[in-house]
Protein backbone atom coordinates (compact mmCIF):
# COMPACT_ATOMS: atom_id res chain seq x y z
CA UNK A 1 0.00 0.00 0.00
CA UNK A 2 2.76 2.23 0.71
CA UNK A 3 4.37 1.49 -2.49
CA UNK A 4 0.96 2.56 -4.63
CA UNK A 5 0.61 5.76 -2.48
CA UNK A 6 4.27 6.95 -2.83
CA UNK A 7 3.55 6.30 -6.83
CA UNK A 8 0.53 8.11 -6.90
CA UNK A 9 2.76 11.02 -5.21
CA UNK A 10 5.69 11.05 -7.63
CA UNK A 11 2.92 10.90 -10.43
CA UNK A 12 1.41 13.96 -9.21
CA UNK A 13 4.27 16.13 -8.52
CA UNK A 14 5.73 15.28 -12.07
CA UNK A 15 2.70 16.60 -13.70
CA UNK A 16 2.62 19.56 -11.32
CA UNK A 17 6.13 19.83 -12.06
CA UNK A 18 5.01 19.78 -16.05
CA UNK A 19 2.68 22.58 -15.47
CA UNK A 20 5.14 25.20 -13.74
CA UNK A 21 7.52 24.29 -16.77
CA UNK A 22 4.97 24.36 -19.52
CA UNK A 23 2.37 26.53 -18.49
CA UNK A 24 -0.30 25.12 -20.19
CA UNK A 25 -2.76 27.84 -19.53
CA UNK A 26 -2.18 30.97 -21.55
CA UNK A 27 -2.68 34.01 -19.59
CA UNK A 28 -3.33 32.49 -16.12
CA UNK A 29 -0.42 32.77 -13.69
CA UNK A 30 1.84 30.03 -12.29
CA UNK A 31 0.08 29.51 -9.58
CA UNK A 32 -3.04 28.59 -11.45
CA UNK A 33 -1.23 26.36 -14.07
CA UNK A 34 0.30 24.48 -10.81
CA UNK A 35 -3.24 23.90 -9.81
CA UNK A 36 -4.47 23.16 -13.33
CA UNK A 37 -1.98 20.34 -13.38
CA UNK A 38 -2.46 18.75 -10.22
CA UNK A 39 -6.18 18.95 -10.82
CA UNK A 40 -5.73 16.49 -13.96
CA UNK A 41 -3.16 14.33 -11.80
CA UNK A 42 -6.05 14.08 -9.41
CA UNK A 43 -8.62 12.80 -11.71
CA UNK A 44 -6.07 10.12 -13.06
CA UNK A 45 -5.69 9.05 -9.71
CA UNK A 46 -9.17 8.95 -8.78
CA UNK A 47 -9.60 6.43 -12.27
CA UNK A 48 -6.53 4.19 -11.49
CA UNK A 49 -7.97 3.32 -7.93
CA UNK A 50 -11.67 2.74 -9.62
CA UNK A 51 -10.32 0.38 -11.57
CA UNK A 52 -8.50 -1.55 -9.16
CA UNK A 53 -12.06 -3.88 -9.14
CA UNK A 54 -12.02 -4.20 -12.85
CA UNK A 55 -11.07 -7.54 -14.21
CA UNK A 56 -7.58 -7.92 -16.68
CA UNK A 57 -10.12 -8.87 -19.38
CA UNK A 58 -12.66 -6.44 -18.83
CA UNK A 59 -9.89 -4.07 -19.39
CA UNK A 60 -7.84 -5.98 -21.88
CA UNK A 61 -11.28 -5.55 -24.02
CA UNK A 62 -11.38 -2.40 -23.62
CA UNK A 63 -7.97 -1.29 -24.91
CA UNK A 64 -8.37 -3.45 -27.72
CA UNK A 65 -11.89 -2.07 -28.39
CA UNK A 66 -10.37 1.35 -28.08
CA UNK A 67 -7.82 0.38 -30.51
CA UNK A 68 -9.41 -0.93 -33.29
CA UNK A 69 -12.71 1.77 -32.99
CA UNK A 70 -9.28 4.19 -33.45
CA UNK A 71 -7.87 2.07 -36.34
CA UNK A 72 -11.48 2.67 -38.06
CA UNK A 73 -11.74 6.34 -37.37
CA UNK A 74 -8.41 6.80 -38.53
CA UNK A 75 -9.23 4.98 -42.00
CA UNK A 76 -12.93 6.23 -42.26
CA UNK A 77 -11.43 9.94 -41.76
CA UNK A 78 -8.67 9.10 -45.06
CA UNK A 79 -11.46 8.15 -47.03
CA UNK A 80 -12.56 11.83 -46.92
CA UNK A 81 -9.82 13.48 -48.42
CA UNK A 82 -11.74 14.41 -51.07
CA UNK A 83 -13.87 16.48 -49.05
CA UNK A 84 -13.29 20.29 -48.67
CA UNK A 85 -11.51 20.33 -45.19
CA UNK A 86 -11.83 24.49 -44.99
CA UNK A 87 -15.37 24.02 -44.53
CA UNK A 88 -16.06 23.53 -40.75
CA UNK A 89 -18.85 20.98 -41.26
CA UNK A 90 -16.37 18.71 -42.55
CA UNK A 91 -13.98 19.24 -39.83
CA UNK A 92 -16.45 18.53 -36.66
CA UNK A 93 -17.63 15.54 -39.03
CA UNK A 94 -13.51 14.56 -38.75
CA UNK A 95 -13.89 15.42 -35.07
CA UNK A 96 -16.75 13.58 -34.31
CA UNK A 97 -15.51 10.35 -36.25
CA UNK A 98 -12.53 10.70 -34.05
CA UNK A 99 -14.01 10.35 -30.93
CA UNK A 100 -17.55 8.17 -31.47
CA UNK A 101 -15.46 5.37 -33.12
CA UNK A 102 -13.16 4.90 -30.54
CA UNK A 103 -15.65 5.65 -27.29
CA UNK A 104 -17.84 2.75 -29.25
CA UNK A 105 -14.88 0.00 -29.37
CA UNK A 106 -13.91 0.99 -25.84
CA UNK A 107 -17.28 0.51 -24.30
CA UNK A 108 -18.23 -2.84 -26.08
CA UNK A 109 -14.43 -3.80 -25.24
CA UNK A 110 -14.93 -3.80 -21.85
CA UNK A 111 -18.66 -5.09 -22.05
CA UNK A 112 -17.42 -8.45 -23.88
CA UNK A 113 -13.77 -8.34 -21.92
CA UNK A 114 -15.07 -12.27 -20.69
CA UNK A 115 -14.67 -13.56 -24.41
CA UNK A 116 -10.51 -13.19 -24.06
CA UNK A 117 -10.64 -15.48 -21.22
CA UNK A 118 -8.82 -18.81 -22.21
CA UNK A 119 -12.54 -20.71 -21.93
CA UNK A 120 -13.92 -18.99 -23.95
CA UNK A 121 -11.25 -18.41 -26.78
CA UNK A 122 -10.85 -22.50 -26.76
CA UNK A 123 -14.82 -22.85 -27.26
CA UNK A 124 -14.67 -20.32 -30.11
CA UNK A 125 -12.45 -23.46 -31.73
CA UNK A 126 -15.27 -25.93 -30.44
CA UNK A 127 -17.85 -27.63 -32.66
CA UNK A 128 -20.80 -25.73 -32.26
CA UNK A 129 -23.45 -27.62 -30.00
CA UNK A 130 -26.80 -26.77 -29.75
CA UNK A 131 -28.11 -24.72 -26.90
CA UNK A 132 -28.92 -26.60 -23.69
CA UNK A 133 -27.46 -29.60 -25.06
CA UNK A 134 -24.40 -30.03 -22.44
CA UNK A 135 -25.41 -31.27 -19.01
CA UNK A 136 -22.98 -29.99 -15.99
CA UNK A 137 -22.78 -32.49 -13.34
CA UNK A 138 -21.93 -31.31 -9.77
CA UNK A 139 -20.14 -33.02 -7.11
CA UNK A 140 -23.77 -33.66 -5.05
CA UNK A 141 -25.70 -34.93 -8.43
CA UNK A 142 -22.77 -38.21 -8.70
CA UNK A 143 -22.83 -38.92 -5.07
CA UNK A 144 -26.77 -39.21 -4.96
CA UNK A 145 -26.57 -41.73 -7.79
CA UNK A 146 -29.88 -41.34 -9.38
CA UNK A 147 -28.57 -39.80 -12.26
CA UNK A 148 -26.99 -43.21 -13.68
CA UNK A 149 -30.36 -44.29 -13.37
CA UNK A 150 -31.80 -41.65 -15.06
CA UNK A 151 -28.99 -41.18 -17.65
CA UNK A 152 -29.82 -45.28 -18.48
CA UNK A 153 -33.30 -44.97 -19.28
CA UNK A 154 -32.30 -42.79 -22.05
CA UNK A 155 -34.61 -39.20 -20.16
CA UNK A 156 -30.65 -37.26 -20.57
CA UNK A 157 -30.27 -36.13 -23.91
CA UNK A 158 -26.94 -34.45 -25.07
CA UNK A 159 -23.26 -34.93 -24.00
CA UNK A 160 -23.01 -35.15 -19.88
CA UNK A 161 -20.33 -33.14 -18.86
CA UNK A 162 -17.78 -33.94 -15.66
CA UNK A 163 -15.52 -31.12 -15.35
CA UNK A 164 -12.01 -31.92 -13.97
CA UNK A 165 -12.50 -29.89 -10.55
CA UNK A 166 -15.46 -31.82 -9.56
CA UNK A 167 -13.42 -34.97 -10.41
CA UNK A 168 -10.54 -33.65 -7.64
CA UNK A 169 -13.33 -32.67 -5.50
CA UNK A 170 -14.59 -36.28 -5.58
CA UNK A 171 -11.02 -37.65 -5.37
CA UNK A 172 -10.51 -35.24 -2.16
CA UNK A 173 -13.95 -37.06 -0.60
CA UNK A 174 -12.45 -40.23 -1.08
CA UNK A 175 -9.36 -40.03 0.50
CA UNK A 176 -10.99 -37.90 3.48
CA UNK A 177 -10.02 -39.52 6.30
CA UNK A 178 -13.67 -39.39 7.45
CA UNK A 179 -15.29 -42.92 7.03
CA UNK A 180 -18.07 -41.14 6.17
CA UNK A 181 -17.28 -38.68 3.55
CA UNK A 182 -14.86 -41.68 1.87
CA UNK A 183 -17.69 -43.75 1.57
CA UNK A 184 -19.61 -40.95 -0.49
CA UNK A 185 -16.62 -40.07 -2.27
CA UNK A 186 -15.68 -43.60 -3.33
CA UNK A 187 -19.32 -44.20 -4.48
CA UNK A 188 -19.31 -40.67 -6.61
CA UNK A 189 -16.20 -42.41 -8.19
CA UNK A 190 -18.27 -45.60 -8.85
CA UNK A 191 -21.02 -44.12 -10.29
CA UNK A 192 -19.22 -41.93 -12.71
CA UNK A 193 -17.46 -45.12 -13.86
CA UNK A 194 -20.75 -46.92 -14.40
CA UNK A 195 -22.26 -43.55 -16.36
CA UNK A 196 -19.05 -44.19 -18.75
CA UNK A 197 -20.00 -47.61 -19.61
CA UNK A 198 -23.41 -46.91 -20.48
CA UNK A 199 -24.16 -47.44 -23.93
CA UNK A 200 -25.77 -44.57 -26.01
CA UNK A 201 -24.31 -41.72 -22.97
CA UNK A 202 -22.25 -39.41 -24.30
CA UNK A 203 -19.77 -38.61 -21.40
CA UNK A 204 -17.09 -35.49 -21.60
CA UNK A 205 -14.30 -35.05 -18.89
CA UNK A 206 -14.32 -31.21 -19.47
CA UNK A 207 -10.53 -29.55 -18.64
CA UNK A 208 -11.65 -26.22 -18.45
CA UNK A 209 -11.14 -24.49 -15.34
CA UNK A 210 -11.20 -20.77 -14.03
CA UNK A 211 -8.14 -20.78 -11.60
CA UNK A 212 -9.44 -17.08 -10.65
CA UNK A 213 -12.89 -18.58 -9.23
CA UNK A 214 -12.49 -20.48 -5.77
CA UNK A 215 -15.27 -22.14 -4.95
CA UNK A 216 -16.71 -25.49 -7.05
CA UNK A 217 -20.37 -23.59 -7.56
CA UNK A 218 -19.43 -20.78 -8.85
CA UNK A 219 -16.99 -22.57 -11.41
CA UNK A 220 -20.11 -24.58 -12.34
CA UNK A 221 -21.91 -21.71 -13.34
CA UNK A 222 -18.95 -19.57 -15.14
CA UNK A 223 -18.85 -23.42 -17.09
CA UNK A 224 -22.44 -23.73 -17.87
CA UNK A 225 -22.46 -19.84 -19.34
CA UNK A 226 -19.26 -20.73 -21.28
CA UNK A 227 -20.94 -23.76 -22.99
CA UNK A 228 -24.81 -23.01 -22.94
CA UNK A 229 -25.51 -26.25 -21.07
CA UNK A 230 -27.47 -27.06 -17.98
CA UNK A 231 -26.54 -27.91 -14.50
CA UNK A 232 -28.09 -31.02 -12.94
CA UNK A 233 -27.73 -30.90 -9.31
CA UNK A 234 -29.65 -31.49 -6.65
CA UNK A 235 -28.39 -28.67 -4.17
CA UNK A 236 -30.57 -26.31 -3.25
CA UNK A 237 -28.19 -23.53 -2.81
CA UNK A 238 -26.63 -24.38 -6.04
CA UNK A 239 -30.22 -24.13 -7.60
CA UNK A 240 -31.19 -20.35 -6.72
CA UNK A 241 -27.79 -19.18 -7.08
CA UNK A 242 -27.46 -20.20 -10.61
CA UNK A 243 -30.97 -19.30 -11.36
CA UNK A 244 -30.21 -15.86 -10.20
CA UNK A 245 -27.12 -15.26 -12.71
CA UNK A 246 -29.28 -17.07 -15.80
CA UNK A 247 -27.96 -20.62 -15.44
CA UNK A 248 -30.84 -22.75 -16.60
CA UNK A 249 -30.86 -26.19 -14.17
CA UNK A 250 -32.42 -29.63 -13.92
CA UNK A 251 -32.77 -30.56 -9.88
CA UNK A 252 -33.10 -33.99 -9.29
CA UNK A 253 -34.66 -34.07 -6.36
CA UNK A 254 -37.42 -31.81 -8.07
CA UNK A 255 -37.95 -34.31 -11.06
CA UNK A 256 -38.26 -37.29 -7.99
CA UNK A 257 -40.71 -34.73 -6.19
CA UNK A 258 -42.85 -34.18 -9.78
CA UNK A 259 -42.85 -38.25 -10.01
CA UNK A 260 -44.47 -39.44 -6.64
CA UNK A 261 -47.74 -40.42 -6.71
CA UNK A 262 -50.67 -37.76 -6.25
CA UNK A 263 -52.73 -38.90 -3.00
CA UNK A 264 -55.89 -36.66 -1.75
CA UNK A 265 -57.31 -35.98 1.28
CA UNK A 266 -60.11 -38.53 2.12
CA UNK A 267 -58.24 -41.53 0.63
CA UNK A 268 -57.10 -44.92 1.76
CA UNK A 269 -53.38 -45.95 2.10
CA UNK A 270 -52.00 -48.82 3.62
CA UNK A 271 -48.74 -48.17 5.69
CA UNK A 272 -45.86 -49.58 8.27
CA UNK A 273 -45.35 -47.41 11.25
CA UNK A 274 -41.55 -47.44 11.53
CA UNK A 275 -41.32 -44.89 14.70
CA UNK A 276 -43.26 -42.52 17.00
CA UNK A 277 -43.84 -39.15 15.86
CA UNK A 278 -43.00 -35.55 17.47
CA UNK A 279 -46.27 -34.60 18.68
CA UNK A 280 -48.06 -36.94 21.28
CA UNK A 281 -50.15 -40.04 20.19
CA UNK A 282 -47.98 -39.72 16.55
CA UNK A 283 -46.45 -42.36 14.16
CA UNK A 284 -44.26 -42.03 11.29
CA UNK A 285 -44.04 -43.81 8.36
CA UNK A 286 -42.26 -43.63 4.98
CA UNK A 287 -43.56 -44.49 1.60
CA UNK A 288 -41.61 -46.82 -0.90
CA UNK A 289 -39.92 -43.42 -1.99
CA UNK A 290 -39.38 -42.24 1.19
CA UNK A 291 -42.00 -39.95 1.44
CA UNK A 292 -42.79 -39.46 4.91
CA UNK A 293 -46.32 -40.05 6.60
CA UNK A 294 -47.34 -38.60 9.62
CA UNK A 295 -50.14 -40.79 11.20
CA UNK A 296 -52.39 -39.57 14.28
CA UNK A 297 -53.63 -41.90 16.99
CA UNK A 298 -50.80 -44.36 15.81
CA UNK A 299 -48.39 -44.75 18.91
CA UNK A 300 -50.18 -47.53 19.52
CA UNK A 301 -49.72 -49.76 16.63
CA UNK A 302 -46.08 -49.15 15.81
CA UNK A 303 -44.50 -51.64 13.97
CA UNK A 304 -47.41 -52.93 12.53
CA UNK A 305 -48.98 -52.44 8.94
CA UNK A 306 -52.29 -50.18 9.44
CA UNK A 307 -54.71 -49.03 7.17
CA UNK A 308 -55.36 -44.77 7.50
CA UNK A 309 -57.11 -41.80 6.17
CA UNK A 310 -54.98 -39.11 4.29
CA UNK A 311 -56.27 -36.10 6.26
CA UNK A 312 -53.78 -33.76 4.14
CA UNK A 313 -50.69 -32.93 1.92
CA UNK A 314 -47.75 -31.09 2.74
CA UNK A 315 -45.95 -29.87 -0.15
CA UNK A 316 -42.42 -28.15 -0.18
CA UNK A 317 -39.45 -27.68 -1.76
CA UNK A 318 -37.53 -30.25 0.24
CA UNK A 319 -40.14 -32.87 -0.63
CA UNK A 320 -43.60 -33.67 0.31
CA UNK A 321 -45.22 -34.85 3.75
CA UNK A 322 -48.65 -36.55 3.90
CA UNK A 323 -50.84 -36.14 7.47
CA UNK A 324 -53.21 -39.26 7.92
CA UNK A 325 -55.43 -40.81 10.83
CA UNK A 326 -55.36 -44.30 11.71
CA UNK A 327 -58.72 -45.23 12.01
CA UNK A 328 -59.74 -47.96 13.91
CA UNK A 329 -61.52 -51.52 12.45
CA UNK A 330 -65.12 -50.29 13.83
CA UNK A 331 -64.88 -46.61 12.41
CA UNK A 332 -63.26 -48.18 9.67
CA UNK A 333 -66.05 -50.45 8.68
CA UNK A 334 -69.01 -47.11 9.41
CA UNK A 335 -66.95 -45.23 6.30
CA UNK A 336 -67.84 -48.20 4.63
CA UNK A 337 -71.11 -47.98 5.45
CA UNK A 338 -71.78 -44.11 5.43
CA UNK A 339 -72.24 -42.63 2.15
CA UNK A 340 -68.60 -41.96 1.85
CA UNK A 341 -68.28 -43.51 -1.47
CA UNK A 342 -69.07 -39.93 -3.26
CA UNK A 343 -66.26 -38.69 -5.80
CA UNK A 344 -63.57 -36.46 -4.20
CA UNK A 345 -62.53 -34.09 -7.10
CA UNK A 346 -64.56 -36.16 -9.69
CA UNK A 347 -62.88 -39.88 -7.80
CA UNK A 348 -64.31 -42.64 -6.37
CA UNK A 349 -63.58 -42.72 -2.41
CA UNK A 350 -61.53 -46.36 -2.08
CA UNK A 351 -63.81 -48.36 -0.11
CA UNK A 352 -61.98 -50.27 3.39
CA UNK A 353 -60.64 -53.86 2.25
CA UNK A 354 -63.50 -56.60 3.17
CA UNK A 355 -60.80 -57.75 6.45
CA UNK A 356 -60.99 -54.53 7.63
CA UNK A 357 -64.86 -54.37 7.85
CA UNK A 358 -64.90 -58.02 8.98
CA UNK A 359 -62.12 -57.43 11.75
CA UNK A 360 -64.91 -54.83 13.07
CA UNK A 361 -67.64 -57.25 13.20
Known amino acids: MAWFILARGLFMAAVGYSAYQLLPVAGAGVAANIAFGLMLAA ?11 TSVARMLGALLGGAIGLGAAKTLGDSLNWADHADGRVVFLHGFILIALPYIGLVMGARKGEWLQPASIIGLFRPAAPRGRYKILDTSVIIDGRIADISETGFMDGTLVIPQFVLKE ?5 DSSDPMKRNRGRRGLDILQKIQKMSGVDVLVSDVDFPDVRE ?4 LIELGRTLQGKIVTND ?34 KVFIFKEGKEYNQGVAYLDDGTMVVVDNAHKVIGKT ?20 FIESAAAAQIVSAPAATAVEGRPRPQIPSSAAAAGK
Not at 170 to 174: D, E, F, I, K, P
Open 43 to 53: LIVLFEIRLKD
Open 236 to 269: FNLNKVAQLRGIEVLNINELANSLKPVVLPGELM
Open 170 to 174: LQLVA
Open 216 to 219: VDLK
Open 306 to 325: IDVVVTSVLQTTAGKMIFGR
